[in-house]
């Protein structure tokens, strides 16, 4: 795969890790309410109330539509299957350990296709299909609206028989579900591939039509933001914990 970059100087794009890195800031935010509210600190419904649902919907779909655009650059830039899958392994590990830590804290509703779980498998997707080009905005489109639309089928009397199919476990990773599954975490593969498929294209954009000011560092207010961006993998897995632990802790010593 031929890159668009010289070999010596593939740049990073740090407008892109920052915007990741302000996704991330806001997730932190967002996860230190819920964990308030988990530990009894303020009352909120975070399942059903707009403020927090509106809230989630557009965290993960910056995030998501980062992690297209990362896809979309690492293909310009030449990155080769072998590196792909090694990052590809160290996403599914940390899926993993997310899965097997929700169990212990929500062993009735941990989480089995969550973030993580949901862009190793959407990555593959965007890898095998970044270089469609324009195409890539209508399937986004199409995968957002493929949703809705096959959702709404299985509602009506015709399909209503394979509903049942569609939401369990085996196949509402799919996303053509009648009900939300009782899960901590949810990221399907519809609508949010579609997602995804609108970062690749922008970030197909961005790395053909020289706008050389992405490439260039960004003034130094930012650069925590791109520096978290950056590291989004081992942020997104140590902040909960993190926050978690303190709040016990916080919760012992005032006892």
């Given at each position: 795969?031929?890159?668009?970059?010289?070999?010596?100087?593939?740049?990073?794009f740090d407008a892109v890790d920052a915007l990741r890195g302000l996704a991330m800031l806001w997730m932190t935010a967002f996860h230190f309410c819920f964990d308030?509210?988990?530990?009894?600190?303020?009352?909120?419904?975070?399942?059903?109330?707009?403020?927090?649902?509106?809230?989630?919907?557009?965290?993960?779909?910056?995030?998501?539509?980062?992690?297209?655009?990362?896809?979309?650059?690492?293909?310009?830039?030449?990155?080769?299957?072998?590196?792909?899958?090694r990052r590809w392994g160290q996403i599914v590990a940390c899926a993993l350990l997310v899965t097997l830590g929700s169990w212990w804290m929500y062993p009735q509703?941990?989480?089995?296709?969550?973030?993580?779980?949901?862009?190793?498998?959407?990555?593959?997707?965007?890898?095998?299909?970044?270089?469609?080009?324009?195409?890539?905005?209508?399937?986004?489109?199409?995968?957002?609206?493929?949703?809705?639309?096959?959702?709404?089928?299985?509602?009506?009397?015709?399909?209503?028989?394979?509903?049942?199919?569609?939401?369990?476990?085996?196949?509402?990773?799919?996303?053509?579900?009648?009900?939300?599954?009782?899960?901590?975490?949810?990221?399907?593969?519809?609508?949010?591939?579609?997602?995804?498929?609108?970062?690749?294209?922008?970030?197909?954009?961005?790395?053909?039509?020289?706008?050389?000011?992405?490439?260039?560092?960004?003034?130094?207010?930012?650069?925590?933001?791109?520096?978290?961006?950056?590291?989004?993998?081992?942020?997104?897995?140590?902040?909960?914990?993190?926050?978690?632990?303190?709040?016990?802790?916080?919760?012992?010593?005032?006892?």
């Amino acid at each position: 795969m031929r890159s668009k970059f010289p070999v010596t100087a593939r740049p990073r794009f740090d407008a892109v890790d920052a915007l990741r890195g302000l996704a991330m800031l806001w997730m932190t935010a967002f996860h230190f309410c819920f964990d308030l509210n988990q530990f009894g600190y303020i009352q909120q419904n975070f399942y059903r109330d707009p403020v927090w649902t509106w809230q989630r919907t557009l965290i993960l779909s910056l995030f998501l539509f980062c992690a297209g655009m990362g896809q979309a650059i690492a293909v310009a830039q030449g990155q080769s299957w072998s590196r792909f899958w090694r990052r590809w392994g160290q996403i599914v590990a940390c899926a993993l350990l997310v899965t097997l830590g929700s169990w212990w804290m929500y062993p009735q509703s941990f989480i089995y296709f969550g973030v993580l779980h949901g862009i190793a498998l959407m990555l593959i997707v965007a890898r095998l299909t970044a270089r469609w080009g324009g195409w890539l905005w209508l399937l986004g489109g199409l995968a957002i609206a493929a949703k809705f639309v096959g959702s709404q089928a299985l509602e009506t009397q015709t399909l209503a028989p394979f509903a049942a199919a569609f939401d369990a476990p085996t196949l509402n990773w799919l996303g053509w579900i009648t009900h939300k599954p009782i899960t901590e975490d949810y990221v399907p593969l519809l609508p949010w591939l579609g997602v995804v498929w609108w970062g690749v294209a922008a970030g197909n954009w961005l790395t053909g039509s020289g706008l050389k000011g992405l490439q260039q560092t960004l003034p130094g207010v930012f650069q925590p933001l791109a520096a978290i961006g950056r590291w989004s993998l081992p942020y997104y897995m140590l902040h909960q914990p993190l926050m978690i632990g303190t709040l016990m802790a916080v919760g012992w010593v005032a006892k």
